[in-house]
């Protein structure tokens, strides 16, 4: 124990020097830092990474990250300027979205296959279904919802198959009635079959019956 008369000096004496240590340390940490941003090309440092002299890295970044508003505005803005990630699951959710971009530019649409995977080995197809399925739980946000929705994210992989035929085959009808005809393809023909078939089960939607009727869709003959 300190005697009850321990002169002021002594004690700015002792703070002075924890704050000397912990700025060392702090510095060490963050030169560590850059040293695996140099070498893994990202600051998405595993919670257990520890470096070759057994320096536990990944603790450091998470306790930085759980201590964000203790933090000064001079180390959060050298954090920020080597590409600090705060938010692990909102980084990976705005990578997986660059994928799903590239992957539209490539393609031309957002159908992503369920098992297609990016020539780096990101299972693109899975992380589509897994917002599919999120959507229909009301899990996902209305943001990301409307972010998805902007790149032509298909929600309903039957109905926008549906609506693609759909539209084929009223390019087909609008063929017929001009001067010229387009022969259908086998895929059409197929489609036009099976709309047939679903509604004499009695398992054609409807509305989609009633659609179909309205472009001139012929029920009981070969067209």
């Given at each position: 124990?300190?005697?009850?008369?321990?002169?002021?000096?002594?004690?700015?004496?002792?703070?002075?020097?924890?704050?000397?240590?912990?700025?060392?340390?702090?510095?060490?940490m963050?030169?560590?830092?850059?040293?695996?941003?140099?070498?893994?090309?990202?600051?998405?440092?595993?919670?257990?990474?520890?470096?070759?002299?057994g320096?536990?890295?990944?603790?450091?970044?998470?306790?930085?990250?759980?201590?964000?508003?203790?933090?000064?505005?001079?180390?959060?803005?050298?954090?920020?300027?080597?590409?600090?990630?705060?938010?692990?699951e909102?980084?990976?959710?705005?990578?997986?979205?660059?994928?799903?971009?590239?992957?539209?530019?490539?393609?031309?649409?957002?159908?992503?296959?369920?098992?297609?995977?990016?020539?780096?080995?990101?299972?693109?197809?899975q992380?589509?279904?897994?917002?599919?399925?999120?959507?229909?739980?009301?899990?996902?946000?209305?943001?990301?919802?409307?972010?998805?929705?902007?790149?032509?994210?298909?929600?309903?992989?039957?109905?926008?198959?549906?609506?693609?035929?759909?539209?084929?085959?009223?390019?087909?009808?609008?063929?017929?009635?001009?001067?010229?005809?387009?022969?259908?393809?086998?895929?059409?023909?197929r489609?036009?079959?099976?709309?047939?078939?679903?509604?004499?089960?009695?398992?054609?939607?409807?509305?989609?019956e009633?659609?179909?009727?309205?472009?001139?869709?012929t029920?009981?003959?070969?067209?």
């Open positions: 124990d300190l005697p009850s008369c321990t002169p002021a000096w002594f004690f700015h004496a002792i703070k002075t020097r924890l704050v000397e240590n912990t700025t060392t340390s702090w510095e060490f963050f030169g560590l830092l850059q040293k695996y941003i140099e070498e893994n090309g990202d600051a998405l440092v595993p919670v257990r990474f520890s470096t070759a002299t320096v536990n890295l990944g603790h450091w970044v998470s306790d930085c990250r759980v201590r964000r508003g203790e933090l000064s505005a001079s180390r959060t803005a050298r954090l920020n300027e080597v590409g600090f990630v705060w938010d692990v909102e980084y990976q959710w705005e990578k997986m979205f660059s994928e799903l971009e590239c992957y539209v530019k490539e393609h031309g649409d957002a159908l992503v296959p369920m098992r297609f995977s990016t020539p780096t080995g990101v299972n693109l197809g992380w589509v279904i897994k917002h599919r399925i999120q959507a229909r739980r009301r899990e996902l946000s209305a943001s990301r919802i409307a972010r998805l929705n902007e790149v032509g994210f298909v929600w309903d992989v039957e109905e926008y198959q549906w609506e693609k035929m759909f539209s084929e085959y009223e390019c087909y009808v609008g063929d017929k009635r001009s001067s010229y005809r387009t022969k259908r393809s086998n895929k059409l023909h489609w036009i079959e099976t709309q047939k078939e679903n509604r004499r089960q009695g398992n054609l939607d409807p509305e989609r009633r659609r179909l009727t309205e472009i001139g869709f029920w009981y003959k070969m067209e």
